[in-house]
């Protein structure tokens, strides 16, 4: 086999679910390009994210996103723009290289922490530019821990640009994150609980060893996504990454939007805060020495951006291993889960 990349030139229309209304999801301009292929820039000082309750760059974001939501819809970097990403990737938008036909999927196999992982690295990359700040880094919605538990209160304040009105009405501050939400809440009142949400984390995410349990399972280039009943998604993206979508997005909506949905999740400013913890239990589940797959087929594995400088660029997996060589981290804090072992 091979690994799976972006045939970025045979981006179609979406195939939405019933209900949905009709968007368009390939990028701007990209007919005439060819990918080239992406050279991960020198840095001075590494960014840093912070966690969402507890974030001093609320001030640098909400410009940043402003300016972003001010950009015309067809540039890439405008708010749609980035959204739609989500949605060309997940909505058999593209197709792969050399399958013609063959739908590119992100979800439900290994590739999915690597390409979320460029994506939101994009993301940040944007924004600090719009802002003129080499060093701006996005907060993360640390639900793993109780301090975290709640709706980041910086996405909830109406007057914000990070503020999104499709959420659901009762899961707003104070009610706690069910991370094993399916639907209905487990604990009392309609909110979640601290320490089954911490064993939860624990069995996720600690007692998860081998790679291709966390990751998911492989996808190879000519592979069918694998969705359904033979769903090969790893441990985390089941579980807190689905349940925190579904648990977000709003009941009303015919297919839970916008976070409940993969094609509407990235419109509302809360996914890139949620994928940024995603993205952190991924470095922290490494930290326990945990190995990285070496399969070529995951980590030759790759996708197509616009960067910061409007370069259509092609990124691989095995570039992401490391946060530092892309030029951010996390900032360290206790993992109270590792003591509920269940
Ligand atoms: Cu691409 Cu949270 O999903």
């Known amino acids: 086999a091979d690994a799976v990349a972006t045939d970025v030139h045979a981006c179609h229309k979406p195939s939405l679910p019933p209900g949905a209304k009709p968007i368009a999801c390939c990028p701007p301009n990209y007919e005439d390009k060819e990918p080239i292929e992406y050279v991960i820039p020198k840095y001075t000082s ?25 950009l015309p ?29 063959v739908e590119m999927q992100v979800h439900f ?9 460029w994506y939101l690295y994009f993301y940040e990359r944007i924004l600090g530019k719009l802002i003129n700040d080499p060093t701006f880094a996005l907060p ?12 980041p209160a910086i996405f909830t304040d109406r007057r914000s640009p990070l503020y999104n009105a499709l959420r659901n009405q009762n899961h707003l501050p104070p009610t706690l994150v069910d991370l094993n939400w399916n639907g209905r809440s487990t604990g009392v009142d309609g909110s979640g609980d601290v320490e089954a949400n911490l064993a ?8 998860v060893k081998r790679p291709l349990c966390f990751y998911g399972k492989p996808y190879r280039a000519g592979d069918k996504p694998l ?4 769903n090969g998604s790893g441990s985390i993206e089941l ?30 400013p809360i996914f890139y805060c949620h994928h940024a913890n995603i993205d952190r239990m991924w470095s922290v589940w490494k930290s326990f020495g945990r190995e990285d797959i070496t399969d070529p087929d995951y980590q030759n594995a790759s996708y197509v951006f616009y ?17 530092k060589k892309l030029g951010y981290d996390y900032k360290q804090l206790d993992l109270p889960w590792l003591k509920y072992k269940p």
Not at 200 to 207: A, L, N, W
Not at 227 to 230: P, V
Not at 307 to 323: G, I, P, Q, R
Request: net charge negative; aromatic share 12%; glycine share 6%.
């Open 46 to 70: 590494l960014r840093i994210r912070t966690p969402a309750h507890d974030y001093a760059d609320l001030d640098k974001y909400t410009k940043a996103i402003t300016i972003m939501k001010s």
């Open 73 to 101: 819809d067809d540039h890439p970097h405008s708010w749609t723009q980035q959204s739609r990403i989500h949605c060309a990737y997940c909505h058999n938008s593209y197709t792969q290289v050399g399958h013609k036909g």
């Open 109 to 117: 196999s290994w590739i999915f922490l690597p390409f979320h992982r």
């Open 140 to 151: 993360f919605w640390n639900w793993d821990a109780p301090e975290g538990m709640e709706m």
């Open 200 to 207: 939860t984390m624990y069995r996720q995410v600690y007692e």
């Open 227 to 230: 969705s359904g009943s033979g």
């Open 239 to 268: 579980v807190p990454h689905n349940t925190v979508h579904s648990w977000t997005g709003d009941k009303t909506q015919p297919n839970i939007e916008d976070m409940g949905a993969l094609y509407s999740a990235a419109r509302d």
């Open 307 to 323: 960067d910061e400088n409007l370069n259509l660029v092609t990124v691989k997996n095995s570039d992401a291993f490391d946060t």
